[in-house]
């Protein structure tokens, strides 16, 4: 019995880890359940850029074709700029982001890197150029080192340890009873939030993208961990073309443009002072979050 027990646990094991390892992607983006799938045409080539700017031009999107998601979107990310997109949930800042990293393609109108359309670029390339720190950021069940090399599978452990110290992660790894080589993930050391988007930082970092998505967190961390993780965020941006989506209205202030969403339009946009002194949906949303934080304790 027990011969026969041990391979299927093996076997167990292995399947849990394939099936964990293909979900990951989809579950950076919640697309579990999704089943299209965009394919690369035959003519397709490969993304030219260095210094990209990104355009949406005119973007019309529906999952479901009775329902129309976005109206129309148009917006630039000129090179090494960041725009954040805030709204209410709902309004399709992740549809934004789920588009530009390709997985759908829009229903009319344009999405290009470069004047290049995304449609007719391999998908390889157009997702070798882009970084995403997700909201919820995925940890395979292996060793934290291998955790972040996943950024980049030939970084060298030098280089590895780098992005972990620019992450400010590397000294708790190294505090670690087996440091790098400690598990982590489901059946390993449990990460908090904070240290979780950090690790997602050190991804990004060995992966040196041109451009840079950011789905900022929903659940709140603590403010000190908040504020750290944005300063190293604002640091990993320089340079690089950046989306970010914004739940907390902290985070963007130093954006050079903010797009407000409300069910699939842009209903505003400007810096973050412009759009205060406008006095409209975007200084409401203001007043609200200052309100709450406020009348949260300390
Ligand atoms: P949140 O702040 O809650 O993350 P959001 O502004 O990012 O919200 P999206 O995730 O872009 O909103 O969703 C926009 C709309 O598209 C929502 O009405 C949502 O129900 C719908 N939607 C999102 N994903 C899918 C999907 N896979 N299939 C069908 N409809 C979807």
Redesign the pocket.
């Known amino acids: 019995l027990l011969q026969m027990a041990m391979p299927l646990n093996y076997l167990g094991m292995m399947y849990r880890e394939v099936k964990q390892a293909l979900t990951n992607i989809e579950r950076l983006w919640g697309?579990l359940d999704?089943q299209q799938e965009v394919r690369d045409k035959a003519e397709a080539r490969a993304l030219q850029t260095t210094q990209p700017r990104l355009a949406f031009e005119d973007v019309r999107f529906s999952?479901?074709t009775r329902r129309e998601?976005l109206h129309g979107i148009r917006f630039e990310v000129p090179p090494g700029h960041t725009v954040a997109v805030v709204?209410h949930?709902?309004?399709?800042?992740?549809?934004l982001a789920r588009l530009l990293y390709r997985f759908y393609d829009v229903d009319s109108g344009a999405i290009t890197i470069d004047g290049q359309d995304l449609r007719a670029l391999t998908q390889d390339s157009v997702r070798g150029a882009i970084g995403i720190v997700p909201q919820d950021t995925v940890l395979f069940n292996d060793s934290i080192r291998y955790n972040i090399r996943y950024g980049r599978p030939s970084a060298s452990d030098e280089e590895v340890e780098d992005a972990a110290r620019a992450a400010h992660i590397h000294r708790f790894i190294e505090s670690l009873p087996d440091g790098y080589d400690s598990e982590v993930g489901e059946r390993g050391l449990k990460l908090s939030g904070g240290e979780k988007q950090r690790v997602a930082i050190a991804r990004a970092l060995l992966k040196n993208p041109a451009i840079l998505i950011f789905d900022e967190a929903t659940s709140a961390l603590d403010s000190a961990s908040e504020k750290a993780i944005q300063a190293e965020l604002d640091r990993i941006a320089i340079g690089r073309t950046t989306l970010v989506?914004a739940?907390r209205l902290s985070t963007v202030m130093d954006a050079d443009e903010i797009l407000v969403?409300d069910a699939g339009n842009i209903v505003e946009r400007g810096n973050h002072a412009a759009l205060i002194a406008r006095n409209g949906h975007y200084a409401a949303m203001w007043r609200l979050q200052q309100q709450a934080s406020e009348a949260a304790p300390t």
């Open positions: 697309l999704e999952y479901d998601i709204g949930s709902g309004s399709g800042k992740s549809t989506i739940h969403m």
